[in-house]
């Protein structure tokens, strides 16, 4: 859509166009044909163009208006004053205190000798200015400017007012107030990190093959269904532009036989890897490795057993250790009172089907049971029950009575816990039916996105919680 700015030359080039820039703008943006200026254009000259915008840049039109030539429409016109100037001066007082303006001496109003005299008609002295005898200034039954009672100053010890009736203000120096000390730091674990295998062997294997071999060994490596499906679409695709097919069971079968090296191969390099990163590794990484070892594909060389026998003995003293730790945070939780946080640890062990110790169970059902009172709120049983559900000491979390006050969102949690917490739920009056299957953990919620682009994805707004 075409619309109006106002331009400046800037300089004129050798094909008799000139370059432009907008006004009061340092760079020049665009060039303008010599057709559209007056004859006697030239650098510096200002006019209001009609203008339009697309891709390419800026396009002048027309020009609206120019400014005539040899007069300056930006001139300040100074006009002169007629009047006298007259310049101000400042006096300052004097340094010493406030005298008279006049240079008379000061004069000491303290005594009472204001100008106009009393204003009771009086005489007043310095000693009767509030009425009655007054200390003289600086004797010791005069209070101090600190001791005085102000306006909004606390009453002192043995004084009321009628506002605060029996109740008296804390005094400034009284004792301090209760500061509560955090609960101590609990230990920090490194996260793990996930397994990050290289592709040198696999590479290898794919580089030794034929060319014409090397598409179906690609393949392979996804498993022979891949490999199957693939073949039919191509074949759907000759069949449908009359190119020849290719023949099924021969493919399928040159597939078969390079899969047993393909996948030693792969598996070389997640094995080589995860010995580099025994260290940080995730355990559910490291065991992935261990179970592959035992394909018949791969256990047939004799490098490849042997690193899988370090990878096992790696994975058996790293499970140790995890458990340890495992352990030693759950104590930790429950030395500083955070039941919530050890029976969710406990639900979540390194290694599945080890017993939980006795003696670390009784103290996990002890807090849990203290921690379910009736005078606690809905939140909080719902938060203590949702992690006991899947710890390993749930049969034994048995409250001594239900809360006061039952919401509608622990009801719904109970009844939802019910087959994990049977004895929970007959508590709050809940049936569970035999044979009810077990719910799942609930998921972490996620940041909740608006409901605007939630719809536009065509999904429900994210930030709920998955129920089992």
Same mark, same amino acid.
């Given at each position: ?45 200002? &006019? ?36 006298? &100037? ?303 559900? &899947? ?78």
């Amino acid at each position: 859509m075409p619309h109006r700015m106002d331009i400046e030359l800037t300089s004129e080039r050798d094909d008799g166009s000139w370059t432009w820039r907008a006004a009061g703008a340092r760079q020049p943006r665009g060039v303008v044909v010599a057709d559209l200026l007056p004859g006697a254009a030239s650098v510096g000259d200002q &006019f209001k163009v009609e203008v339009e915008s697309d891709v390419d840049g800026i396009s002048i039109l027309s020009i609206v208006t120019a400014p005539p030539r040899g007069e300056r429409t930006d001139l300040i016109e100074l006009l002169p004053i007629e009047t006298d &100037f007259k310049p101000v001066i400042e006096q300052r007082a004097p340094r010493g205190g406030r005298g008279d303006d006049r240079g008379g001496p000061r004069r000491d109003r303290r005594d009472g000798d204001r100008p106009g005299g009393d204003r009771r008609g009086g005489d007043r002295r310095a000693g009767d200015r509030r009425g009655g005898d007054r200390p003289e200034r600086g004797s010791p039954d005069r209070p101090r400017d600190g001791d005085r009672p102000r306006d909004g100053d606390p009453p002192r010890d043995g004084e009321r007012t009628a506002e605060a009736g029996d109740r008296r203000r804390p005094r400034r120096d009284g004792p301090p107030r209760r500061h509560f000390d955090p609960p101590p730091e609990l230990p920090k674990r490194p996260k793990p990190k996930r397994l990050r295998p290289g592709s040198e062997h696999r590479t290898k294997v794919l580089d030794a093959q034929p060319e014409g071999m090397r598409p179906i060994a690609e393949l392979a490596l996804q498993g022979i269904p891949a490999v199957r499906q693939r073949l039919r679409e191509d074949n759907r695709k000759a069949r449908d532009e009359g190119r020849p097919e290719m023949p099924e069971d021969s493919v399928i079968a040159m597939a078969e036989q390079l899969l047993p090296q393909l996948r030693a191969a792969e598996w070389s390099d997640r094995a080589e890897a995860a010995k580099r990163q025994l260290e940080h590794l995730d355990l559910r990484d490291l065991r992935s490795v261990v179970a592959a070892a035992e394909d018949p594909a791969v256990a047939r060389d004799e490098s490849t057993r042997q690193l899988a026998a370090e990878l096992k003995a790696g994975l058996a003293e790293k499970q140790d250790q995890e458990m340890a730790r495992w352990l030693e945070d759950i104590t930790a939780a429950l030395d500083v009172g955070r039941v919530i946080r050890a029976l969710r640890m406990s639900g979540e062990p390194p290694k599945a089907g080890v017993p939980f110790p006795q003696e670390l169970a009784t103290r996990l059902v002890e807090g849990a049971n203290t921690s379910l009172t009736p005078d606690d709120g809905a939140d909080r049983w719902s938060a203590v029950l949702e992690a006991a559900a &899947f710890s390993p000491v749930r049969s034994q979390v048995q409250p001594g009575s239900p809360p006061a006050k039952v919401t509608d969102e622990l009801r719904a949690t109970v009844t939802r816990l019910g087959p994990l917490l049977p004895q929970v739920a007959a508590q709050f009056g809940i049936e569970v039916k035999a044979g009810a299957p077990a719910p799942r953990p609930l998921r972490p919620t996620r940041p909740a996105k608006s409901a605007k682009s939630a719809k536009s994805a065509g999904r429900p707004p994210r930030g709920t919680p998955a129920t089992g």
